[in-house]
């Protein structure tokens, strides 16, 4: 089945700077690429996705890159502020597409 | 409104007694799921119901039993728990679409805590 790799473990920037994460998966079938975001007591919210068909998308301060060949997808964050710092997972959907299969997540921490 | 509600949010019990959480969804999407959390913050999917139907069951130990009464409820039942079961259990729900599993929308959470 889909295993979904995420490095780092932990992100410590200053603010302002840029946070990067990456993921890598396994089975070429997935087609589906989101990301969440994961605050203190909260459930996991969708901050940004790409589908298979695309190579990038933008949204304000976050994009996401992916490259099909080589299976792996990134979150960048430009200008990071402090209220960024959560834990942010990636996530491939299964080869059935029925369900998101996700990385172990990275905490990420703005100080100011 | 609360898009996916799940009850209760903290729950501590005796190793060996039987508990539920239950779930529920206003979206009207067709598919849900309960996902566990464990300490390390690991989100790993247990079931998936869409349309009332069992569509993913990963290998979860039969003490556990989920129950879609319909599309909007989906419960977990929790036997003879046991030290390991501690986590934070997630419901989410999402729209089965043509392109497959679209956004999960997630609830809060329920806590649970064996002794």
């Known amino acids: 089945g889909e295993n979904v790799e995420q490095h780092p473990s932990t992100l410590s920037v200053q603010e302002g700077d840029s946070a990067v994460i990456k993921c890598t998966y396994s089975d070429s079938a997935s087609n589906y690429f989101p990301w969440y975001k994961q605050e203190l007591g909260k459930g996991p919210q969708l901050i940004i996705d790409i589908r298979s068909n695309v190579g990038e998308k933008k949204d304000q301060r976050i994009a996401v890159t992916l490259n099909k060949t080589a299976k792996h997808f990134s979150l960048h964050i430009t200008e990071t502020q402090p209220e960024d710092s959560a834990v942010y997972f990636c996530a491939a959907s299964n080869q059935a597409g029925t369900a998101l299969i996700f990385g172990k997540g990275t905490t990420l921490s703005v100080s100011s | 409104d609360t898009a996916v509600s799940q009850t209760p949010k903290y729950l501590v019990t005796q190793m060996g007694n039987d508990k539920s959480i239950k779930c529920e969804q206003n979206?009207?999407?067709?598919?849900m799921y309960w996902y566990k959390q464990d300490s390390k913050k690991f989100l790993k999917i247990m079931f998936s119901?869409?349309?009332?139907?069992?569509?993913i069951n990963e290998t979860v130990p039969n003490r556990f039993s989920p129950k879609s009464p319909d599309k909007a409820h989906l419960n977990l039942h929790i036997n003879s728990l046991e030290l390991g079961d501690s986590a934070v259990y997630f419901c989410?729900?999402?729209?089965?679409?043509?392109?497959?599993?679209?956004?999960?929308?997630f609830g809060e959470g329920s806590r649970l805590t064996v002794l």
């Open positions: 119901y869409n349309n009332k139907e069992l569509i």
């Open positions: 989410a729900s999402s729209h089965m679409g043509l392109a497959g599993a679209g956004e999960l929308f």
């Open positions: 979206l009207g999407h067709d598919t």
